[in-house]
């Protein structure tokens, strides 16, 4: 098991831009699914949204219907950093953003509840 550690996130008006980070450490392989998932207030972060996840190995990607075509996931060369960057933010975006990580050697999009490693969480507030 890795260690997750986020940064990024805050406040901003409709329409803005934010960036999130996510520095993973302790992992011996670099074949892993790494997924943001927005946590819904009051609800779990198992019953949120993987807005977007990217497969470490080979660079695959996935965005979700409600964030498509706003926000970028991406990585670093060296496969340890994991970046979400969040343009035109909407108020509906507002939440609990989660960096999470599953080691495999095959692409899949992941449920939330299938990731064994989790980031510390950061608030996002998109509001007027």
């Known amino acids: 098991r890795g260690r997750l550690v986020q940064s990024g996130g805050g406040s901003v008006q409709p329409g803005g831009s934010l960036p999130l980070s996510c520095l993973a450490s302790g992992y011996t392989t670099d074949s892993r699914s790494m997924g943001w998932i927005r946590r819904a207030p009051g609800k779990e972060r198992e019953l949120g949204e993987v807005?977007?996840?990217?497969?470490?190995?080979?660079?695959?990607?996935y965005y979700s219907k409600s964030v498509e075509g706003r926000f970028t996931v991406s990585q670093d060369n060296g496969k340890n950093m994991v970046f979400l960057q969040m343009n035109n933010l909407q108020p509906e975006d507002s939440g609990v953003y989660y960096c999470?990580?599953?080691?495999?050697?095959?692409?899949?999009?992941?449920?939330?509840?299938?990731?064994?490693?989790w980031g510390q969480g950061t608030q996002v507030t998109v509001s007027s």
């Open positions: 807005v977007a996840a990217i497969f470490t190995a080979t660079g695959s990607y």
């Open positions: 999470a990580a599953v080691t495999g050697e095959r692409w899949t999009v992941r449920a939330p509840i299938e990731y064994d490693d």
